[in-house]
């Protein structure tokens, strides 16, 4: 099983970027899909994106399809996810989560980071 630490959070302003990293422990992180979810205060937590276990399939929600790019890179056992364009409805903690398949998938992970919070102002 694999464990997971996210980086990358922090205030921006509207209309800027930032780029999440989620590192990954473990010498099996290449079987795994992986996905990041976000909760926003007083909501539940939402599916953002997915990418199978090659990079080859990815799957974005709608709200943040276009301005957001789920990548992994294998080698160094770890999922990134770069967001553009950000809006303040953006805000919320956003988590990685793994699942044990080369499969996609937009939900049922079993392994979630601890979450790194991203703000953004107007």
């Known amino acids: 099983q694999v464990q997971l630490v996210e980086s990358g959070g922090g205030l921006v302003q509207a209309g800027g970027s930032l780029r999440l990293s989620c590192a990954a422990s473990g010498r099996t992180f290449s079987s795994y899909a992986m996905g990041w979810f976000r909760q926003a205060p007083g909501k539940e937590r939402e599916f953002v994106a997915a990418?199978?276990?090659?990079?080859?399939?990815?799957a974005y929600a709608d709200s943040v399809k276009g301005r957001c790019t789920i990548s992994r890179d294998n080698a160094k056992n770890t999922v990134y996810l770069q967001m553009n364009s950000l809006k303040p409805e953006d805000t919320a903690v956003y988590y990685c989560a793994a699942r044990n398949s080369k499969l996609l998938f937009r939900s049922n992970y079993d392994t979630w980071g601890q979450g790194t919070q991203v703000t953004v102002s107007l």
């Open positions: 990418i199978s276990w090659s990079g080859g399939n990815t």
